[in-house]
């Protein structure tokens, strides 16, 4: 017996020796920066980097941790469903009074749950979003010189289930998150690592990750099957196409058109195939066969083909269709749709993440009480737009029984006419 007690001892022995020798290797103390300007400068960045616009406009995010905690957030609602074993929880995260606890499916009086509930909330959602928390209420921003390049430090003085944390976010070159170091109560090691690399892009235009390796005895937390959504914005994005009539636009063969007079469209929508007129220049563009386009000069074709004007008439025609057809293009190929709320009404938030002369540009629809857009709200980087308004009005039933607009009005009064508009088949 002393023999076994004596080979529990050298054991326990040398298992507090390593861990001893693992902490005191890889322990690393909190490291001092700089606040003030300069981090929250970065910090802005960082933000911008991962679409922080986008995930404030997200109304719904999916995921699981371990596949043990099972989550739907419905963040505009302030509730989250949390699951796990046989349990669930109706979190309301700003009244915790009203949430409710589910046990095997029934309703339940065991209000503990809903603490526990909480803290895992709390503690799961940070490895989900925990980039776009940079700027709650109660943290402080430090830069900090991180193998020569400035890293973030982030220290969480208030809030969620352990105050008091640290987080050293480590950025490339784009300033995206590639990994945190951490200092937190739950970890008795300070430094330890954690990738932010496993991204997936979700429908809500926000990056949000997969999984996350640890360097501690290369741990691994999966997030699940992550997803996002924007349901209701979705929803009235439809309830606008039932106003103009988009299923007969989608139907509709041949559109055509003028821009303030000075160039002309007859565009074969079925073939994709437009006549785009200015001056003497006629282009028989081809916008996704460009090199079949051909080149008329006082309607006379010209044998060799010149690709500058080629070139120009396809940005005509993608920057003065979008004045006659944009709302029916609300959920083109890479298009993020969510609400606002402008003066106690909904209105559409529409960005365009790729395709056209201009991806990045934003939208914000004014609807009327049919959902008719009768102005929007444009947001073109490109262009130096800023919430600049521009009416669309004077709408027309047309032949093939879409809707279209016929005029413009900007800020300032300046008049845009869409000449003698048509569509049919």
């Known amino acids: 017996?002393?023999?076994?007690?004596?080979?529990?001892?050298?054991?326990?022995?040398?298992?507090?020796?390593?861990?001893?020798?693992?902490?005191?290797?890889?322990?690393e103390d909190l490291p001092t920066g700089k606040k003030g300007k300069e981090a929250d400068a970065l910090a802005i960045k960082m933000f911008n980097a991962?679409?922080?616009?986008?995930?404030?406009?997200?109304?719904?995010?999916?995921?699981?941790?371990?596949?043990?905690?099972?989550?739907?957030w419905n963040k505009f609602e302030n509730i989250v469903h949390v699951s796990w074993d046989h349990y669930k929880v109706t979190l309301n995260t700003k009244q915790i009074n009203k949430s409710d606890v589910y046990i095997d499916g029934k309703l339940s009086d065991k209000k503990e749950l809903i603490k526990q509930a909480q803290d895992f909330f709390n503690n799961d959602s940070f490895w989900l979003i925990a980039p776009f928390k940079i700027f709650d209420a109660g943290t402080e921003r430090s830069i900090v010189n991180y193998k020569g390049k400035d890293a973030l430090l982030i220290t969480y003085t208030s809030g969620g289930t352990t105050p008091g944390d640290s987080y050293l976010w480590i950025l490339d070159e784009n300033y995206h998150p590639t990994s945190f170091k951490m200092w937190t109560k739950i970890i008795p090691i300070g430094g330890v690592a954690a990738t932010w690399s496993d991204w997936k892009n979700t429908k809500t235009g926000i990056k949000l990750p997969t999984k996350h390796k640890l360097s501690l005895f290369g741990m691994e937390i999966g997030m699940g099957n992550v997803k996002t959504e924007n349901a209701k914005a979705d929803a009235l994005a439809n309830e606008v196409?039932?106003?103009?009539?988009?299923?007969?636009?989608?139907?509709?063969?041949?559109?055509?058109?003028?821009?303030?007079?000075?160039?002309?469209?007859?565009?074969?929508?079925e073939n994709h195939v437009v006549d785009v007129s200015w001056d003497t220049i006629r282009v028989n563009l081809h916008p996704d066969y460009l090199e079949e386009s051909t080149v008329y000069y006082n309607d006379?074709?010209?044998?060799?083909?010149?690709?500058?004007?080629?070139?120009?008439?396809?940005?005509?025609?993608?920057?003065?269709?979008f004045w006659l057809v944009a709302p029916h293009k609300l959920f083109d190929y890479g298009t993020i749709r969510s609400i606002k709320i402008i003066d106690n009404k909904e209105a559409l938030l529409v960005k365009y993440t790729k395709g056209?002369?201009?991806?990045?540009?934003?939208?914000?629809?004014?609807?009327?009480?049919?959902n008719l857009p009768i102005s929007f709200k444009m947001y073109v980087p490109s262009m130096k737009l800023d919430g600049v308004n521009a009416t669309w009005q004077d709408w027309i039933t047309t032949e093939s029984g879409t809707l279209l607009p016929t005029n413009h009005t900007f800020d300032g009064g300046k008049n845009l006419n869409m000449g003698d508009v048509k569509a049919y088949n």
């Open 1 to 27: 017996m002393k023999k076994l007690f004596k080979f529990i001892g050298i054991i326990l022995f040398l298992f507090i020796a390593v861990i001893a020798i693992y902490y005191f290797v890889n322990n």
């Open 50 to 72: 991962i679409n922080h616009e986008a995930f404030e406009n997200t109304e719904t995010l999916k995921w699981s941790f371990r596949n043990e905690h099972f989550y739907t």
């Open 241 to 269: 196409l039932k106003a103009i009539n988009h299923n007969a636009y989608k139907k509709t063969k041949n559109v055509s058109w003028s821009f303030a007079g000075k160039r002309h469209f007859k565009w074969d929508k």
């Open 300 to 321: 006379i074709e010209q044998e060799r083909k010149d690709s500058t004007l080629i070139k120009k008439a396809w940005d005509i025609f993608n920057n003065d269709s």
């Open 356 to 370: 056209g002369t201009t991806p990045g540009d934003s939208y914000l629809w004014i609807l009327d009480e049919n």
